[in-house]
């Protein structure tokens, strides 16, 4: 799923331009941040990117602050979403790419992605008869997955 409707190029240039108005200077780490989104698949904390990094780019000065700070700017412009595990925190994934929903693992924090015609047709149409403009909807399904099922019974 989650099919990525632009180029890194495209992202990049616009990630420079949000920089710019928001008076911050461009970085080789702020970019990095941003390379690690978009080249994985998946569902991080800021820690996993933090470590990815440090992990990937050992000669690369960078603090968990910067990742914080990069991430809530990422968000703010939609360059990347997050799902909420509340006191846990979030976890952030690249935003522009196809729409799709979530279940979430409360036993696991595993996350599985989905996308039913039914329940987006649905959702229309109670924005209608509420005489509702709906944008956008997050739809999160908390629950404990298969993997966990399966522990507990054995």
Do not use: W
């Amino acid at each position: 799923m989650s099919h990525k409707l632009v180029s890194y190029e495209e992202v990049l240039s616009n990630f420079k331009k949000l920089l710019k108005s928001n008076k911050l200077k461009y970085t080789k780490q702020r970019e990095l941040i941003l390379e690690i989104i978009y080249n994985n698949k998946g569902h991080f904390t800021p820690e996993d990117i933090y470590n990815l990094i440090k992990q990937n780019y050992p000669n690369v000065t960078l603090g968990i602050a910067t990742v914080y700070r990069t991430l809530t700017l990422l968000e703010a412009s939609g360059i990347v979403s997050s799902i909420s595990f509340g006191v846990q925190g979030k976890k952030y994934e690249f935003g522009l790419t196809e729409h799709h929903d979530h279940l979430v693992c409360i036993e696991c924090g595993g996350i599985e992605e989905f996308f039913d015609e039914t329940i987006e047709k649905q959702q229309e149409e109670i924005a209608k008869k509420f005489n509702f403009q709906m944008h956008d909807h997050i739809m999160k399904i908390v629950g404990i997955c298969k993997r966990c099922q399966e522990k507990k019974q054995s």
